[in-house]
């Protein structure tokens, strides 16, 4: 699965943050839930919009970032 098919970015939309797609769910929110605790049926129970496999598709985009991330350390 491919999480561009899902998370949309639309300047329209939360002022640009991703989102999952045909929502105004952003990523980040997602994200937030399940490190406050809260279960994937937790998640999808509360939010009927979305899928098992929108969820997925949030991880791998959180996932992608942390990947692309760069550190650079500055000298002291």
Not at 5 to 18: T, Y
Not at 47 to 53: F, Q
């Given at each position: 699965?491919?999480?561009?098919?899902?998370?949309?970015v639309?300047?329209?939309?939360?002022?640009?943050?991703?989102?999952?797609?045909?929502?105004?769910?952003?990523?980040?929110?997602?994200?937030?839930?399940?490190?406050?605790?809260?279960?994937?049926?937790?998640?999808l129970?509360?939010?009927?919009?979305?899928?098992?496999?929108?969820?997925?598709?949030?991880?791998?985009?959180?996932?992608?970032?942390?990947?692309?991330e760069?550190?650079?350390?500055?000298?002291?």
């Amino acid at each position: 699965m491919d999480w561009q098919e899902r998370i949309v970015v639309n300047p329209d939309i939360l002022v640009g943050k991703p989102v999952i797609r045909g929502t105004r769910l952003a990523v980040e929110f997602i994200i937030d839930l399940l490190a406050e605790g809260w279960s994937e049926p937790e998640v999808l129970r509360n939010y009927p919009g979305i899928t098992r496999e929108d969820i997925q598709a949030c991880l791998r985009y959180a996932s992608e970032l942390l990947k692309a991330e760069r550190v650079y350390p500055l000298s002291v």
